[in-house]
């Protein structure tokens, strides 16, 4: 049988309604209605299912036996629409599998310590994380939020800005005691300059050179998959190489790289979003919950706030 255009919820609450109030009178007044649309609609549900629900008389409303059973089980359904709205309404408590799709160097740098505070303010959440430096179709990948750097092509996805990060060419110590620090763009041509082999990667490095930028080519004899591979060679002493600051940061601090030819750094930043699919006012809370919690705990750096 279609069931287009039936409003088989509105039929059983309104069929509730009247047995527990006990009349037709009394159900209409608390659905808001008159007893003739009342009355109307449970006629419509009956002739829908062919048989009778209540036996009507001037003194009071009784139930057929079909009718009973119609109405137990009407009971549980509509409890059952009540929880599932709860649920998946904004103020229910965020619960079930989120999946994130992040960039290597995001997921170990940023997203993964975060983990553990998201854990304990939203213990029934399950997370899915998936770290790739390619970018995935959210769609196909079954994907509820992506963390996107750079600018955003046009898309059917929703952005939310979690931070920004700038670039620096760094190397290791040992590197640059071997090989000598560059100081001028024209000395990079001696250089080991490590680069990517993800088809989105830059393929050269810009500088600010007397108030314009020029591009210097990356041809290093090793190419990486991922930032934190690229990252992991670098702390090796394989070469000098570029990555975004939020992921260099903590080796900067600590000296195990050191950034070089920062006079001729373009400043270039590239903004850090959460994306994801649908519309704002109607996310599952559980998905809800992981943007507004990384949009609260990324800083402007694109790096994890402290702790308060």
Excluded at 31 to 47: D, N, Y
Excluded at 200 to 219: F, H, Q, T
Excluded at 224 to 246: F, K, N, P, W
Aim: aromatic content about 4%.
């Amino acid at each position: 049988m279609p069931r287009i255009d039936i409003n088989r919820s509105g039929e059983m609450e309104a069929f509730v309604q009247v047995v527990d109030r006990g009349s037709f009178s009394a159900g209409a007044r608390a659905l808001g209605m008159t007893p003739s649309a009342v009355s109307k609609l449970i006629g419509r549900l009956e002739a829908r299912l062919a048989t009778q629900l209540v036996l009507r008389s001037t003194r009071r409303l009784q139930l057929t036996a079909e009718g009973r059973l119609f109405y137990e089980r009407s009971v549980r359904v509509l409890a059952d629409l009540d929880e599932a709205e709860r649920c998946a309404a904004s103020g229910a408590a965020p619960a079930g599998r989120v999946s994130i799709n992040t960039s290597v160097p995001f997921g170990h740098q940023v997203l993964i310590p975060l983990v553990p505070r998201f854990l304990a303010l939203h213990p029934q959440v399950t997370l899915s994380i998936v770290l790739t430096d390619r970018v995935v179709d959210l769609m196909e990948e079954r994907a509820d939020v992506a963390i996107r750097w750079g600018e955003l092509p046009p898309s059917d996805l929703v952005a939310r800005r979690l931070g920004a990060t700038g670039q620096a060419i760094v190397g290791a110590p040992a590197y640059l005691a071997r090989c000598g620090t560059p100081h001028t763009p024209a000395e990079l041509e001696a250089h080991n300059r490590l680069g990517f082999t993800y088809r989105r990667s830059v393929p050269d490095w810009p500088l600010s050179v007397d108030g314009r930028v020029i591009d210097m080519p990356v041809n290093g004899n090793v190419r990486a998959g991922d930032g934190e591979a690229l990252r992991a060679l670098l702390l090796a002493g394989v070469g000098l190489g570029r990555l975004s600051l939020y992921q260099l940061q903590p080796d900067i601090d600590a000296g195990r790289l050191v950034p070089v030819l920062e006079a001729f750094n373009p400043g270039d930043s590239a903004p850090i979003h959460a994306v994801y699919l649908g519309k704002p006012g109607r996310l599952p809370a559980r998905v809800r919950a992981v943007l507004d919690f990384l949009a609260a705990h990324v800083g402007e750096d694109g790096r994890p706030r402290p702790l308060p």
